[in-house]
């Protein structure tokens, strides 16, 4: 009896042992909600297109963007230097000269001719000056030692200047005047000839300056004047677009102020080479006025020497 008792309270303490490790499980199974199970449909409903979930999207790798505000500073550049290039382009000289005006257009290129004719007397001058003033100096070197007219004639020889012409016309009043006993009225006359001879020589070797005389005096004025020109169609193109904004302004008034530029650049040359050429002239000049001397002390000596051989003779 006692042996079934024992082994009925060894049983008891196992099956309590027992409960007590299934009771941690299944209370772990009771704190973890179960997923809520959606209604299966029956047969007879239809499921929507809408309701069958699509299946998750695989995520992508990302991918190394440029961003906007990278690529914007090099976009603003470039537009930059492109609308810089558009402005040089439209603010050149040739190009403000094709869209000047009618008028604009006629002053700039009479401007621009003046300036061809400045620098072509400047250089036919040059040339001219230097070889006459060469030449006359040669030819004063010759006669220096010349006793007679005559002498300082052969002297020269064949070559036609200006000395040779006041020498020539030395021995033609000269000969006109022989058995004239009055020596003062022969160099008077012959005075008289050689003042036309200096004055036809200074006319000559003036010839061109007085046009650039006038380039440099009007070419500013007429600059001006197409200036005030585009000026004005620039207020009368800004009446009609109703806007002061300076890409709209600037052309304009930048055409009207070429052909002052322009003016500037035809008078400035002129007047330098002007005043240059009358230096040299005056230069010249004098050298003439020693030729005019030289040529009436020999006709003097000439006089003198007729004058006194006809004493002579007289005497004996």
């Given at each position: ?6 082994r ?11 409960l ?47 961003s906007?505000?990278?690529?914007a500073p ?8 492109k ?7 439209e ?82 009043e ?29 006319r ?21 004047f197409?200036?005030?020109w ?69 006709l ?17």
């Open positions: 009896m006692s042996t079934s008792r024992f009925a309270i060894q049983g008891l303490i196992f099956a309590l042992s027992m007590s490790m299934a009771q941690p499980s299944l209370a772990q199974q009771k704190m973890v909600p179960a997923p809520p199970q959606a209604p299966l449909p029956s047969p007879s409903q239809s499921v929507p297109a809408q309701a069958v979930a699509p299946p998750p999207a695989v995520a992508q790798p990302a991918q190394p963007a440029v906007d505000a990278a690529a090099a976009d603003n550049a470039g537009r930059a230097l609308s810089t290039t558009v402005a040089l382009r603010l050149s000289p040739w190009s403000m000269f094709l869209s000047a005006d009618v008028l604009v257009k006629a002053v700039m290129i009479g401007l621009a001719f003046a300036s061809l004719v400045t620098w072509t007397i400047f250089f036919a001058k040059m040339i001219e000056l230097s070889l006459v003033q060469r030449s006359l100096r040669a030819a004063l070197g010759k006669i220096s030692d010349a006793r007679s007219l005559a002498d300082a004639q052969f002297a020269l020889g064949a070559k036609e200047s200006v000395l040779s012409l006041l020498l020539a016309a030395a021995m033609r000269a000969r006109l005047s022989a058995g004239i006993s009055s020596d003062a009225g022969i160099k008077e006359r012959a005075a008289s000839s050689f003042a036309e001879i200096v004055r036809a020589e200074a000559r070797i003036r010839l061109g300056m007085g046009l650039l005389a006038t380039i440099g005096a009007t070419s500013p004025f007429v600059g001006l197409g200036t005030v585009g000026i004005m169609n620039s207020f009368i193109g800004i009446s009609k677009s109703q806007t002061t904004n300076l890409a709209v302004v600037a052309p304009g008034i930048a055409e009207a102020l070429l052909a002052t530029a322009m003016g500037l650049v035809a008078a400035i040359p002129a007047v330098i080479i002007y005043n240059h050429f009358a230096r040299l002239t005056k230069g010249y000049l004098e050298q003439v006025g020693r030729s005019s001397g030289a040529a009436a002390r020999l003097s000596r000439d006089l003198d020497r007729t004058h006194g051989s006809t004493h002579s003779r007289a005497a004996e």
